[in-house]
């Protein structure tokens, strides 16, 4: 390949070999903040076990294990509607309300549990096809349709259950329920869901173009890619996720209750925040949103373990979030910093057009 | 000679880089006049007019207003100076109501604190008057036309009761009616007293208004002339300067090369009706000024913007793209003008951004992107497109202008369309890169492709072109073969109105 640079035209190329190795260890972080998380995650678990033994025993592990479920299904999914550059604030009153719907279906409607789970879910992608079709086909943004059926979700749900819808069936209690070789159901689901969400985004050429849609949407839609459907496919899984994990929550808790859930879509928000997800849209891969989800759930959970005032909880919550969001910016700064390189070129044309004399057509 | 009441522009010179984009000895601009101010792209207008109103700092020279120097206050002390600036791009907020737009950052009445919005819209009203406007001034700016929103920005200009006033090009958005009116305001503003710098590209619209023509070319002052003087054929010998170019070899394209690309009666909003042929490597060049229609010719063909009428075919097959997805199914590609906004995923690695039109194709069963086909065809892109790189793993937005260019084109030649359509193809690259991207298109040409490339810089059509049709208000008014070339003609024919067209 052409690999040798003529000076001066390679802009990267143009710094010292010593301030280059620096620069590349940083920016490799900055690039790839999914390592830096999962370190964290390891951190995070070493002290609370160092703390309290007991916080890696199994009966333990599985409850984080069902407590990552749910968040980390709702960061993958919300984890799409953010590459493409949009948002879904809906996931955590559409949770709730998925919570009241797959034990209304069970128990009132009388569907057989599998089939209540199918029809669920379909009701989530219908949901999310619903925003898709409403940010591409009338140009509302993400963050005003998605608030707007938050605040309808948290209305609906009430209105299905006053009271809480009793759960009898033994198939529905085992999602939360039971392990399969000591691993909770919901967390299989979950491993599974992620497993088809990296496999979609890394190996399918219709992953990569999601991605492109969020990194810039005219010229994504000017290489002939069909943006509104990619659009509308990230709110169809959104939708469908937050459904399932609204039947793993009402299977934990053995009834559709109302309100049971409340603030996640802002947890699932900064788990694909802190694993890298930029809320610009184009980056961010699903090891980093599951990581990011991790650490959110092994921060909650073990500063409970070793029994942390629940202020202080939420307090080193928002604090890891700001740090995420903070690196966050450094990113986007980062990028800004280099986009604004090649603007300046562009900018300089109209006077650029001293250049013209000297550019005699030159045809080889 | 200088009464002190003048604009004197005393050896300002500008210069980007080694570039000198402008060098004036002794300029200067009289009260009670209208001084037409023409040249191609890049002869320095906007660098003049940028010096004039404080956005640009020059390297050397001095401004001087009504006898008072221009220091290093930006536009901010070129206003109080008395200059006030009508730019191409309003920089008006489109959220806010007409009457906010005009007097935005000042106070129509005597009240402090809260504004007296009656006084306002009444001040506002009278403005508007004064350019002949009739619109609501509550309505929201960007729910106006392109037209009324320039006339809101001379009347804004107007308001601030300047000593200069610079029109950049202020007709280019308007119809007859409305054009007559910005000509009599700026006739109006300099028998007030006033000076008014008119830049123009409707060579009939500068020699009607302007008492003077100064003509421009690479940042050095070419011309003065009296309206006598200026006729539109020496303008226009003024500002393509007295070089001859005659075409170079170019192969022409093979014999009997088929017709690739046919466009009968097409109509879009702002262009046509227009017909046009390309045979397979064929070059052919879209000329005409700003606004002429170029981009939006070559939009339509890729499916971007939708066409109202009229026919197009690709290889004899009818052709009728609702999308660029359609455009890229056909086989029909397009590098844009705007390589930021519309071709670049900055943030992403070079191998993203080569492998993006030929997605599909390269998964395996059209589906399976697998990391080796990926790597392997972004490797050989790469290479043919010349792109210079660490790796092609390395972020596009750590390239070079020249090599981010090629890198695109590199996205379009790997996609092998039939037609590839150029929008600015060299636009903010250097010289040297310039030259490689000339030899890219040449290597498509050489494999049968039809190339469309639409250019503001006449020389690279020129050199790079078998024909070029020039466009005007969006219909083709000349069709130049290689050996008919002549920047005059195509200025010409770009510039002037000829009633019998």
Redesign the interface.
Known sequence: ??????PG?????SRGPASRRGSRIVGRMV?SPEIGIILAVIVAMVVFTAINPLFIHVSELQNLGIDLAGFGILAVGESLAIITGGIDLSVGSLTAFFVVVSAWLNTTAGLPVLLAFAVAVLFGALWGLFHGLVITRLGVPPFVVTLVTFIFAAGADEAIAPNPIPISSTTFFAVAGSTVAGVPIAMVVFVVIALVAWFFL????????V??VG??T?????????ISRRIVTAYVVSGACAAVVGIIEASRLTSGTADSVSGWELIAIASAVIGGA?LAG??GRIIGVVAGAALLVVLSDGLIFVDVNPYYQRMVVGVVLFVAVVVDRLRVRR?ER??G???L??G????????????????? | MDTGEDLVLAGVR?L??P????DLDHLVLRRGEVVGLIG?????K??MMGVVAGSVTPNAGTVSIAGKLLGTGGTLEAQELGVAMVSQEFPLVGQLSVTENLLLGRRASERRVLLDRRAMDDAAKGMLATVGLKVQVRRRVDSLSVAQRQMIEIAKALGRKPLVLILDEPTSALGPSESGRVLELARQHASGGGIVIFVGHRLHEVRAVADRVVVLR??KLVADLTPAEATEPRLVREMVGMEI?TG???AAPAEGATLAFEARALEAEGLGPLDLKLRHGEVVGVAGLMGSGRSRLLHVV?G?RASTRGAMELDGANYHPR???D???AGVG?V?E???????????SIR?NV???I??R??LR?????PRADRREA?AI??RA?????TPE??A????????QRMIFG?WMAARPRLLLLDEPT?????????EI??LI?ESRKEGMAILVASS?L??L???CHRIVVLRRGRITAQLDRSEFSKERIIAAAAIDRTAA
């Not at chain 1, 890394?202 to 173009?209: A, F, S, V």
């Not at chain 2, 191609?40 to 320095?44: C, I, P």
């Not at chain 2, 705007?338 to 992403?348: T, V």
């Not at chain 2, 059209?366 to 697998?370: A, D, H, V």
Request: aromatic share 4%; hydrophobic share 35%; proline share 4%.
């Open positions: 390949m052409a690999a040798s640079p003529q035209l390679e802009q990267a190329g690039e890394e190996r399918t050429y219709i992953g990569r173009q991605y492109a990194g810039s005219e010229a994504a839609r000017l290489a002939g890619i069909p930029s184009g980056q990028l280099l986009g390189r090649t603007g070129e562009v300089t044309d109209p006077g650029g057009g001293g250049h013209s004399a000297a550019s005699v057509p030159e045809t080889s | 500008k980007y880089g570039a000198v984009v402008l191609e792209n890049g002869a320095g906007s660098t690479n940042g170019l170079e070899e170019l890729m971007a999308s660029p997805l455009a890229v199914n397009l844009p705007d390589r930021k906004s519309q071709a670049l995923l900055i943030d992403a993203w492998t993006l039109a997605l599909r390269i998964s059209r589906f399976l992107l697998t490797v790469v290479e010349r792109v210079r790189c660490r390395q972020s937005g750590s390239l070079s202008g020249g090599n981010q996205r636009r903010g690259v250097d010289v040297g890169a310039k030259a000339y030899k040449e810089e020389e690279e020129i050199g790079i």
